[in-house]
């Protein structure tokens, strides 16, 4: 059984930054394709980034391109997001998301964490 945990959110203030880590056990081939996904109160959950072990292929959204870094540590089976020069509008649950497929869209992602709180003061 996969399973994803989160960690390294919480307050700063804008222009700060915080790394999350997401550690992922269960199965590796389940897990080749790790994405963040955020929730800002009141709206849809969106696509953040994402990442491959096999291929090593990323992709960002727009509103992060410049700002936000993710990696991983194969040793760790842990998938990182870097979030430099955050934003009040960076807030939002973000959530770690595994998949065997590299994807874009929420619905694309099988296996999730429960999420991690990241607040941005102005």
């Known amino acids: 059984q996969v399973q994803l945990v989160e960690s390294g959110g919480g307050l700063v203030q804008a222009g700060d930054s915080l790394r999350l880590s997401c550690v992922a056990s269960?199965?590796?081939?389940?897990?080749?394709?790790m994405g963040w996904f955020r929730q800002p109160p009141g709206k849809e959950r969106e696509f953040v980034a994402a990442?491959?072990?096999?291929?090593?292929?990323?992709e960002y959204a727009e509103a992060v391109k410049d700002r936000f870094t993710i990696t991983k540590d194969d040793a760790k089976n842990t998938a990182y997001l870097q979030m430099d020069s955050l934003k009040p509008e960076d807030t939002a649950v973000y959530y770690c998301a595994a998949d065997p497929v590299r994807g874009l869209y929420r619905s694309e992602y099988h296996y999730w964490g429960q999420g991690t709180q990241v607040t941005v003061s102005s």
């Open positions: 269960g199965g590796t081939f389940e897990t080749n394709a």
């Open positions: 990442i491959t072990w096999s291929e090593g292929w990323r």
